[in-house]
């Protein structure tokens, strides 16, 4: 853990969890995303033959589903501009 200092005259205190949470939840959906991505590309075979689509109306559907994603994007920027990292 980091160290944040609360009192310019008292020495520095562990940080607690809830300072780091922000990071790791970042961290963890941004890896979430990427396998996500690739497993939607190993899965494209399989999902091609079972609902019988093309590959352009498959580009199609993962397109707008990543679009719906990065659509939402700004609104949960704006949700921790609002709450913003408060330590306890």
């Not at 562990?14 to 690739?38: G, Y």
Request: hydrophobic share 45%; charged share 20%; proline share 6%.
């Amino acid at each position: 853990m980091g160290y944040v200092r609360r009192n310019p005259r008292r020495r520095w205190e562990r940080a607690s969890f809830s300072v780091w949470l922000p990071a790791i939840t970042m961290m963890m959906v941004s890896a979430l995303s990427h396998i996500d991505r690739n497993t939607l590309a190993l899965l494209a075979p399989s999902v091609l033959r079972g609902l019988q689509i093309t590959n352009e109306e498959y580009g199609y559907v993962i397109s707008r589903i990543f679009d719906r994603l990065h659509a939402l994007q700004p609104a949960g920027e704006r949700m921790v501009v609002r709450l913003g990292v408060r330590a306890p």
